[in-house]
């Protein structure tokens, strides 16, 4: 079993700053791309960045140049920098990573964290 868990969010001034990290464990043997999405109100979710396991990194075009992803193999850990949030910032911020576990190495498995709240607002 693999749990994702998010952390960081928030409720933030526009044009503040907040650092989401995503933390995997359980029975992992490799991980790959580690993915941030988001969910607005009455919105689908929508891909916001991902790192592949040697740090290719894609952004969308909404959040270039003020998100950075990154991540920590070691700490089997994602990160998420987001710099100069505007409101439309604002929804819930899920993680994904595609794991091969120790039991079935191949294919890797999508899985989730629960999400948290990153509100943009004065």
């Known amino acids: 079993q693999v749990q994702l868990v998010e952390s960081g969010g928030g409720l933030v001034q526009p044009g503040g700053s907040l650092r989401l990290s995503c933390a995997a464990s359980?029975?992992?043997?490799?991980?790959?791309?580690m993915t941030w999405y988001r969910q607005a109100p009455g919105k689908e979710r929508e891909l916001v960045a991902a790192v592949t396991r040697s740090g290719t990194t894609n952004y969308a075009d909404s959040v270039k140049g003020r998100f950075t992803i990154s991540r920590d193999n070691a700490k089997k850990t994602a990160y998420l920098q987001m710099n100069s949030l505007k409101p439309e910032d604002t929804a819930v911020y899920y993680c994904n990573a595609q794991v091969s576990t120790l039991k079935e190495k191949w294919p890797p498995i999508n899985y989730w964290g629960q999400g948290t709240q990153v509100t943009v607002s004065a």
């Open positions: 359980g029975s992992i043997f490799s991980i790959y791309a």
